[in-house]
């Protein structure tokens, strides 16, 4: 499975940008996909998750009401809405695959990672 995430940028604080990660290749199972950044120097942390059937989300207490996950079974496309964007939001954005059908905010859950894109909000 080969997973591709876009929509990254710059933006100012209190604004909004949407990513989007589409995943290729052998997506036949229905597994949750998840949202996780690293900020420069910093461990890489869950942001989000959403489980097959786009019923279950589990969100990180940093982000809750701000960012919104979704997904699209048919296009094999999972999204990551943020708004009211902050500085400490900044860091590389990387989507992936679960291994389980239920979302989880643990990373060694999931089997699959995307390179990245990057969101850079400024002050």
């Known amino acids: 499975v080969q997973l591709q995430a876009s929509g990254g940028g710059l933006v100012q604080a209190g604004g909004s940008l949407g990513l989007s990660c589409a995943a290729s290749?052998?997506?036949?199972?229905?597994?949750?996909m998840g949202w996780f950044r690293q900020a420069s120097g910093k461990e890489r942390e869950f942001v989000a998750a959403?489980?097959?059937?786009?019923?279950?989300?589990v969100y990180a207490d940093s982000v809750k009401g701000r960012f919104t996950i979704s997904r699209d079974n048919a296009k094999n496309t999972v999204y990551l809405q943020m708004n009211d964007l902050k500085p400490e939001d900044t860091a590389v954005y990387h989507c992936?695959?679960?291994?389980?059908?239920?979302?989880?905010?643990?990373?060694?859950?999931?089997?699959?990672w995307g390179q990245g894109t990057q969101v850079t909000v400024s002050s």
């Open positions: 992936a695959v679960s291994r389980w059908y239920s979302g989880s905010s643990d990373k060694n859950d999931y089997r699959y």
């Open positions: 290749g052998r997506t036949s199972s229905k597994t949750a």
């Open positions: 959403i489980s097959w059937s786009g019923h279950s989300t």
